[in-house]
């Protein structure tokens, strides 16, 4: 089992940029396909992207395209979030998931991930 940490979380103005990063440990990360979800108070837990194993197919809300870009490094068994003219509604923990997912697939389901981080606080002040 891959053990999965997130960082980068923080309070930020509208429109300003965060990066989440979620470093995994214990098993190489080139093995899983991966994805950041988002969970805001009294809301279920919803897809926000996802990453094939090399890293050259991603997919997307609709609610973050154009706005957040999603990519790995292999080398360093982290994956990464870049977050761009954050909006109040980003505001949510992200949590970083892990899928033993086969070359090309890119999950988007709560329920096809077997590993998650603890997740990070992104709040947007408006």
């Known amino acids: 089992q891959v053990q999965l940490v997130e960082s980068g979380g923080g309070l930020v103005a509208t429109g300003d940029s965060l990066r989440l990063s979620c470093a995994a440990s214990g098993r190489t990360l080139s093995s899983y396909a991966m994805g950041w979800f988002r969970q805001a108070p009294g809301r279920e837990r919803e897809f926000v992207a996802s990453?094939?194993?090399?890293?050259?197919?991603?997919t997307y809300a609709d609610s973050v395209k154009g706005r957040f870009t999603i990519s790995r490094d292999n080398a360093k068994n982290t994956m990464y979030l870049q977050m761009n003219g954050l909006k109040p509604e980003d505001t949510a923990v992200y949590y970083c998931?892990?899928?033993?997912?086969?070359?090309?697939?890119?999950?988007?389901?709560?329920?096809?991930?077997?590993?998650w981080g603890q997740g990070t606080q992104v709040t947007v002040s408006s």
């Open positions: 990453i094939n194993l090399p890293g050259d197919f991603t």
């Open positions: 998931a892990a899928d033993p997912a086969t070359r090309y697939a890119t999950p988007t389901r709560v329920d096809e991930y077997g590993s």
